[in-house]
């Protein structure tokens, strides 16, 4: 007979574990800070992982969602630097693919979708029809179609809601912001990954209650999936205007979201793999806390949580990330790599990179950036 488990936040379950045991080389001396760094030190980290990722990259790679993940940061890294190179570099990767969309125009696929949020960044700062041709195309046929049930997975809430957002916004078309809610809502209620009483999220229906648990029994509310949900709320409340009618229910997820985080947080800043079983596959992982920090710097610049609150913990896991994750010539390590769940690329170790986990530390000290001096 199959039991039923239920996610309490204010329950040991969560508390945060003690400090794995990892090399003498990736472990800090103590716990990180929970001082907010120097802007110019923040700005100095950005540097350092961004340029290590293009200097040992010289190929761009394809526009599928991991990269254009990474070159989303590197764009936010563009805007907080100005430097020339990240936007020579982004160009390049853009011009490479036609500003197309992998799939062709007729996916409904969201990850395919990820690119054009790069594809925006590019045309923001030099406009050109042709930047958005094959965007518009591929959002519009959905816009004009009655199906709403692509968003099967929590990922695609990162990959898709911005650029429908975006598009609706430059267009000056409320239908793309229609649809967009539709899709949502469809995720969120009708497939029921969002978990009302707490605010996380499962990553797709295997992980409902009754089915996939932890070893332990416990719910697999995985990090990364709901670091991308975190991240496109996020990317979602930039792209709307403040009046548009769902930007009230977005950010009170969002805030929701966020208040769940604090209080399962790692002593050394991190999140576990799985946020609702601190034992099952503990140890630091990147991707997701950097979503994180990301979500949460922006709930505090934004007044969505209190500073005195939630800026510590933002403040953790970037001190974290710098002193556990981020090599001294930049390389960022314990990123889980492509996957689905706590066990997937296991075992996450100093030297487990990805694309879109350093386009997850790039983003998050951009906006954390702009809560420093």
Do not use: C
């Not at 329950?11 to 800090?28: E, H």
């Not at 922006?298 to 556990?324: C, D, E």
Request: net charge positive; aromatic share 10%; no cysteine.
């Amino acid at each position: 007979m199959k039991r039923r488990h239920f996610l309490s936040l204010g329950t040991a379950v969560l508390a945060a574990p003690a400090l794995p045991s990892v090399t003498a080389t990736a472990a800090p001396a103590a716990p990180p800070s929970d001082l907010l760094p120097s802007r110019a030190q923040i700005v100095t980290l950005v540097r350092r992982v961004a340029d290590q990722w293009i200097a040992t990259h010289p190929a761009s790679g394809d526009n599928g969602w991991a990269r254009a993940t990474f070159f989303s940061g590197l764009m936010a890294a563009y805007r907080l630097t100005n430097e020339k190179r990240y936007l020579d570099y982004t160009r390049s990767w853009a011009e490479k693919h036609s500003y197309g969309i992998m799939g062709g125009v007729a996916t409904r696929h969201a990850d395919n979708h990820n690119a054009i949020q790069v594809y925006l960044d590019l045309n923001e700062i030099e406009p050109s029809a042709n930047k958005l041709t094959a965007a518009t195309d591929t959002l519009s046929r959905m816009v004009a179609s009655s199906k709403i049930d692509d968003w099967w997975w929590d990922d695609a809430l990162h990959m898709a809601m911005p650029p429908f957002a975006r598009i609706g916004r430059l267009r000056n078309d409320p239908a793309y912001w229609t649809k967009l809610y539709q899709l949502y809502n469809h995720t969120k209620r009708t497939r029921g990954l969002y978990v009302a009483s707490s605010g996380l999220w499962y990553r797709d229906d295997r992980f409902l209650p009754g089915k996939i648990v932890s070893p332990n029994g416990k719910p697999v509310l995985w990090s990364r999936g709901n670091g991308w949900v975190a991240a496109g709320h996020v990317k979602t409340l930039k792209a709307l205007p403040p009046t548009q009618q769902n930007v009230a229910e977005y950010g009170s997820t969002l805030t929701q979201l966020v208040g769940a985080l604090r209080p399962i947080q790692r002593s050394d800043g991190f999140w576990n793999v799985n946020l609702a079983d601190p034992q099952h596959l503990p140890g630091p992982e990147t991707s997701g806390t950097a979503f994180f920090t990301y979500a949460t710097a922006y709930a505090v610049k934004t007044g969505l949580v209190t500073s005195v609150n939630h800026l510590p913990v933002a403040a953790r896991a970037w001190n974290g990330m710098a002193q556990t994750a981020v090599h001294s010539n930049g390389f960022l390590g314990y990123v889980q790599k492509v996957g689905d769940r706590p066990e997937s690329s296991q075992p996450i170790t100093y030297d487990s990179t990805a694309d879109f986990g350093v386009g997850g530390f790039l983003l998050a000290g951009s906006e954390l950036a702009g809560l420093a001096r």
